[in-house]
């Protein structure tokens, strides 16, 4: 790579110097340099001293970096003709974070930073125009992680809800097979009824005998041996008295409090050439029932996994600041990670103040307060870990306390966890950016957030200027 002597004027090529004076032209010329690069040339590497602005006059550079901490740098962006990069006036940067490689040769123009200073004196208009473009970069920079931030969380939290929605939605589709096939089974059941059909009296008696089963049926509470006793006595009358489908019916007899001792008192008031097709109707009836009941139960709970997510969301309200309950995102937000609750066995202790006054909140930001502070609490947190979620009203304000008994946050670091990119997790792991965008939404709702923290228990203490307090 040579230096080469190029006219000033080249510099104009350069976006940000297009309207320049010749003057100061002419001084970044003289204290700079030109490089002609080819393919493959490298300005810099991941890792190296950042000493170098640069501004790309022809050619094109393609940046790329380790994003996801996985030692494999991956294309990020491309620097075009015209673009300024490296190191800008007042950056604290002081190691390259990415490398850069020509793909299209070109004219860089370079300047090293100890010109810097000089610069802001002689020419401070042109050190105005660089600070403009390091903050654009800033801001570039902080909505793509801030993105990042928010896709990653949407990403475990689609990861919770469908691990949530899959027994519910499996129980559904498996549970109405088998009602397909007891209803599909009917015809057949009734015609067996009419070959030899009960009278109106023998009738009677199975349906008062079902009422009453219904009217003292309530889950009854018995350990698994004393259930599958139970279980193996009916199964045992039934198969006597050549029932279809034993194993079905006694499960479905024993769901409503029917004991094989009862079944006999039947078998006394009905001719045993009946017996049979009555036992058969009753267990269809029954097994119906208790089929219908588990597709509600299982549809049930889906309603509620959606309602969950729609309150955590709010995607049904509107986007303006306003009157927000907090305990409202605290269950909803929890109701979220209770799969990774499961997971880890992590007992959650909640206590919400009655009577809590609303705040003035943005609630789909004051969730992602609760997602970040939790989500971090649970991944510190060994399994059998507790976490305690209160609420309370001190003054004029609303406090939310989020308490885990992880190991803690070492005292030299505690006071930079809120500061952007700094994380505790192994590389890869964590972006940084989580508790920075807490510090900044509290912030935003003129709110307060501390941490204290020692071996076994740490705190996070968010409080919010209550409505009407």
Known sequence: MKELVIDHQQLRAIHAFKNLTDEALEWLASKGYFRQLEVDDYLFKTGEEAVNMFGLISGKIQVLADIDGKGVERPVFVITAGDINGILPYSRLKNSTATAVMTKPGLVFFLHKEHFRDLSYEHPAVTQVLVEIMLDRVRTASRAQNQQTKLAALGKLSAGLAHELNNPASAIKRTSQDLYGKLAGLPVMVQKMLDNPPSAEEMQIMMTFLASKKAEHQSMSMTLMERNSLEDELVDWLEEVDVENPYEAAESFLEMGIRAEEL??????????????????????????????????????????????????????????????????????????????????????????????????????????????????????????????????????????????????????????????????????????????????VDNHNGDIQVHSEPGRTEFLACFPAINA
């Open 264 to 441: 006999d008192e039947i078998r006394d008031q009905l001719p045993e050439e009946k017996l049979k097709g009555m036992l058969d109707w009753l267990d269809h009836m029954m097994s119906s029932k208790r089929l219908v009941k588990d597709i509600q139960e299982a549809s049930g709970r889906i309603a509620d996994l959606v309602g969950t997510i729609k309150s955590y969301s709010h995607m049904d309200r509107s986007k303006a600041m306003q009157s927000v309950e907090v305990e409202e995102g605290l269950k909803s937000t929890l109701g979220i990670l209770s799969h990774k609750f499961k997971k880890k066995q992590i007992e959650v202790d909640i206590h919400l103040a009655d009577n809590l006054p609303p705040i003035n909140a943005f609630p789909g930001e004051l969730n992602q307060v609760w997602t970040n502070i939790i989500d971090n609490a649970i991944d510190a947190m060994e399994p059998g870990g507790k976490l305690l979620v209160e609420t309370k009203q001190v003054r004029e304000f609303v406090q939310i306390s989020i308490v885990d008994n992880g190991p803690g946050i070492p005292e030299e670091i505690a006071t930079r966890i809120f500061e952007p990119f700094f994380t505790t997790k192994k590389q890869g792991s964590g972006t940084g950016m989580g508790l920075d965008i807490v510090k900044r939404i």
